[in-house]
């Protein structure tokens, strides 16, 4: 440590004199400039206070590059080293003596420049617009750290460079070369990230943040190498410091490129919870998103067929912020899925729209040539073959071929008004459902506007009206789409899903629940002074047909239909929350009820149900059993 | 045990040998001159000895210790004056010498400056505005303000005018008569060497081509100028230092 501390001491012995002047007449202009501004709306104190700080950071960084390129380097190439390694001092507290001193100065120079403002009383820093452009303030020490973390780095990287350019040797081209492929190799694992949708996120920031500190580590380890082993001679020392240095950055690199692979290689099996979870009426496909465990926040989403566990990697997930209300959309016969992705950087670049055959056991996400500029569409419909996919784009209702990207018609959208929904009832018919007077998602609508889009005509009616219906919670339409189910606080309605027209009125009220079943029988439940029970009604919703009783039950709700003539339904025997749902299988035919067991549930109109934990659940109905696909998510 | 021990000392420059198998051995006391044309290898070796450069083979030895591995331990015990005077040009000799009183075991400071009133060289000047002899004094008296066992002097008359020259020898022959130091220089300055050198070193083209005591030297090439003489008469001719030296070294010859 004497070693150390004799380097140390020569070194600022050496600086500080004429650096505290500079540095303190650097901080009276500071401290005066603001008297000379003409920026009435900042208090003088304030304006001081942020001209010295800027001042402050200035002249360290101009120090710290000064003495990184010069306190070892010029005595290096000036041959001045070998007085010191003529000496009983180690090569360490050599290096690190002068390096310490380098920093110290740099940050002292910089504090001195605060002196005559504190002395003549400063204020805060800016207020006001301007503070985004300089948001340190005086009070603040939070930017000390991260001033001597960026005097440190300029500090060694200006060492670094300082060597490598004084020693003169055909080493430089290696140099270039290395720096050439590590920025290739950060580059290209930092756009992974990116692409994968870790966009613009604290993580990237902190990826980027953590890299530069690990750094810092390298650079000063690599001129440790150069001067115990390089010791006076540059040309030597300097092979130490590229061998060094550019080894352990390659090394750093490589895990970056290793770590960004691994977590974008992420498997639905990854997944610690579940933000979007949909699947098409038939088939074993389903599409899910959510974060994935230990991958710096990274939210992936797959296409995931849970009969085989094989699964694609669409990036829908990440239009789903700011594009298509539906994520991903299956045609009825579950064989195709469509959606859109960026094309690019996430919220950078177009949206491209892309479809997997689910029905090939090869199936790949294929990219088509349909692109959407900014602003991204809004909303998203795959006609029942999959062939078609109609969305709204600038206030223009579209209908193209998935495949070619012919555009089949364009019609203008008839009402600007947000939270409309799309849907093929038909290859050549798109219907539109606009819903007007919305106060927000779950509570009124005033009511529901239908328009009709003719695709081989390219034109758009209106077809129907839904009046009002207090305490809105939503609604479905039939698998033909025909009909609508509205649900509100208090009713059941069923309704003409074209015109409007009212009907039938399901009765039941806030515990009741109705779902069309596949060959458009209604199915509906509703509380009795028992328990629950289950109506089958004809098309017309006022003709029943079959009714099941559940006594003892408080919640009955019909989670999906695995055959023509089974249901899976599940019922809660209390209304609290969470619910601990018991499912229960009902034959058609015969009324007869098997219990598959018991779970805690959040979505129910899927053939798989997803738990209040967030773990996916498969309802096998061959087997006739549930089957746990994605747990402890 | 011997204070300087080369084995085998072998530096390359890429296919360039610098010094080649260089072994040499100075025992304690013994004051080494070694010799040589400009690039023989003596600021090679001299920077292997004190752990300045690693050897690409073989290895130097200081007090039975590696110079590259133990080089900040041994230097205790080690004063060099370089080739090239090298202390910070910012520095005056009083600064010099308590930066270096905090690296050394021991350091006489007033012996110093004593040893600088003698030389008439200031120690409040800055290093840089020294004329050459004068730094070359003030390294002279740094190396030996350690009381050092062993002394290493690379070339330290390089550029001197005779009376400085003069000076530094004579500063050098007390302080050998004082102390008893074992010293190896590399010098140019053969006649300067002659008067203090007991024992003499010659590298040419890296290989050191003869490693011998003055006296034994000086007995040996009298013997030759008499058999030169033949049946002439007899004189005695004993050759000088730069003579037995281009003898040595001179290319042509061999």
Redesign the interface.
């Known amino acids: 440590m004497?070693?150390f501390?004799?380097v140390f001491?020569?070194e600022v012995?050496?600086w500080w004199k004429s650096l505290a002047v500079a540095s303190l007449a650097l901080g009276v202009l500071a401290a005066a400039l603001p008297a000379f501004m003409d920026r009435p709306e900042f208090p003088v104190a304030e304006l001081r206070s942020a001209m010295s700080l800027l001042f402050a950071f200035l002249l360290s960084a101009a120090l710290a590059l000064l003495l990184g390129g010069t306190v070892v380097s010029s005595d290096l190439s000036e041959?001045?080293?070998?007085?010191y390694?003529?000496?009983?001092?180690?090569?360490w507290a050599l290096w690190a003596g002068k390096m310490t001193a380098a920093a110290a100065l740099a940050c002292g120079g910089g504090f001195l420049v605060l002196v005559p403002s504190l002395l003549l009383g400063s204020g805060p820093g800016l207020r006001g617009d301007l503070e985004t452009v300089f948001p340190v303030r005086m009070g603040d020490l939070g930017w000390v750290p991260l001033l001597g973390i960026g005097v440190l780095y300029l500090l060694l990287a200006a060492h670094a460079v300082s060597v490598i350019l004084r020693a003169r040797s055909p080493w430089i081209g290696l140099d270039i070369a290395a720096l050439g492929c590590i920025a290739a190799l950060f580059v290209m694992a930092r756009e992974r990230l990116i692409l994968a949708g870790l966009t613009g996120a604290s993580p990237v920031l902190a990826t980027d943040f953590g890299l530069l500190l690990l750094v810092l580590p390298i650079l000063f380890t690599a001129g440790a190498v150069q001067v115990l082993?390089g010791?006076?001679?540059i040309r030597?020392g300097h092979r130490f410091l590229s061998g060094t240095l550019w080894g352990l950055l390659l090394v750093l690199m490589l895990v970056f490129e290793v770590s960004s692979r691994w977590i974008v290689n992420a498997s639905p099996g990854d997944l610690v919870a579940t933000f979007h979870v949909s699947a098409p009426r038939e088939g074993s496909w389903i599409a899910l998103s959510g974060p994935a465990r230990g991958r710096l926040g990274y939210q992936p989403s797959f296409l995931y067929d849970v009969s085989t566990g094989r699964f694609t990697r669409p990036r829908f997930g990440l239009s789903y912020y700011q594009g298509p209300t539906l994520p991903v959309a299956f045609s009825a016969d579950g064989r195709r899925a469509v959606w859109m992705e960026f094309q690019d950087r996430p919220f950078r670049s177009p949206l491209v729209v892309r479809y997997q055959d689910l029905d090939r056991p090869d199936g790949e996400p294929v990219r088509t040539n349909i692109l959407f500029e900014s602003p991204l569409p809004e909303i998203l419909a795959v006609s029942p073959d999959g062939a078609r996919f109609a969305t709204i784009h600038k206030r223009r209702i579209l209908v193209t071929e998935v495949e070619t990207g012919r555009l089949l018609a364009s019609v203008p959208e008839p009402l600007d008004i947000p939270f409309s929904r799309l849907f093929f009832v038909g290859p050549d018919r798109v219907r539109l459902y606009v819903s007007t007077g919305v106060q927000d998602m779950n509570s009124v609508v005033s009511e529901l506007r239908v328009f009709e889009v003719n695709v081989p005509a390219a034109t758009v009616e209106p077809t129907g009206l839904v009046s009002s219906l207090p305490g809105y919670r939503g609604w479905s339409l039939s698998p033909a789409g025909d009909r609508a189910i509205l649900r509100s606080r208090k009713e059941l309605r069923l309704h003409d899903a074209r015109t409007g027209e009212l009907l039938a009125s399901l009765n039941g009220g806030g515990r009741s629940f109705a779902s069309f079943l596949r060959d458009g029988r209604v199915a509906a439940s509703r509380p009795t002074p028992e328990g629950m029970e289950l109506r089958i009604l004809a098309s017309d919703g006022r003709t029943e047909l079959q009714r099941f009783r559940f006594p003892g039950s408080r919640r009955l709700a019909i989670a999906n239909q695995p055959a023509a003539d089974r249901l899976r339904i599940v019922t809660a025997s209390t209304l609290d929350k969470p619910r601990d749902w018991e499912i229960r299988l009902l034959d058609l035919r015969t009324g007869g009820v098997r219990s598959v067991g018991r779970r805690a549930m959040t979505v129910l109109d899927i053939q798989g149900t997803i738990e209040d934990r967030g773990g996916v659940v498969w309802f096998d109905w061959e087997a006739g059993q549930e089957r746990a696909i994605l747990e402890d998510l | 045990m011997d204070p300087i021990v080369l084995e085998g000392l072998t530096v390359r420059y890429g296919e360039r040998a610098a010094l080649d198998d260089v072994s040499l051995t100075v025992p304690e006391g013994s004051v080494c001159a070694l010799l040589g044309r400009n690039g023989a290898g003596k600021s090679s070796l001299v920077r292997c000895l004190l752990g300045q450069q690693k050897p690409t083979s073989g290895r130097a030895l200081l007090f039975g210790r590696d110079a590259w591995d133990r080089r900040a331990e041994v230097l205790h015990e080690v004063g060099v004056v370089p080739e090239e005077p090298d202390a910070p040009r910012s520095m005056t000799a009083r600064q010099l010498s308590r930066f270096c009183a905090r690296l050394y075991r021991s350091w006489d400071g007033k012996g110093l400056e004593e040893r600088l009133r003698r030389f008439g060289v200031s120690s409040s000047t800055p290093f840089g505005r020294l004329s050459k002899g004068q730094k070359a004094q003030v390294a002279l008296a740094l190396a030996l303000a350690s009381s050092p066992r062993l002394l290493v002097l690379d070339d330290p008359t390089l550029g001197l005018d005779a009376v400085a020259r003069k000076d530094l020898f004579e500063e050098l022959i007390g302080e050998l008569a004082d102390r008893g130091i074992t010293v190896l220089i590399t010098t140019h300055d053969l006649a300067g060497a002659e008067r203090i050198a007991d024992r003499v070193g010659i590298l040419r083209r890296g290989r050191l081509v003869l490693d011998e005591e003055m006296e034994s030297l000086r007995k040996r090439f009298r013997t030759m100028s008499f058999a030169a003489v033949g049946g002439g008469e007899s004189r005695v001719s004993t050759l000088t230092l730069e003579e037995i030296f281009i003898a040595a070294t001179d290319e042509g010859k061999g």
């Open positions: 004497r070693g501390a004799a001491g020569r012995s050496e041959k001045r080293l070998g007085f390694f003529a000496r009983p001092l180690p090569g082993h010791r006076t001679d030597r």
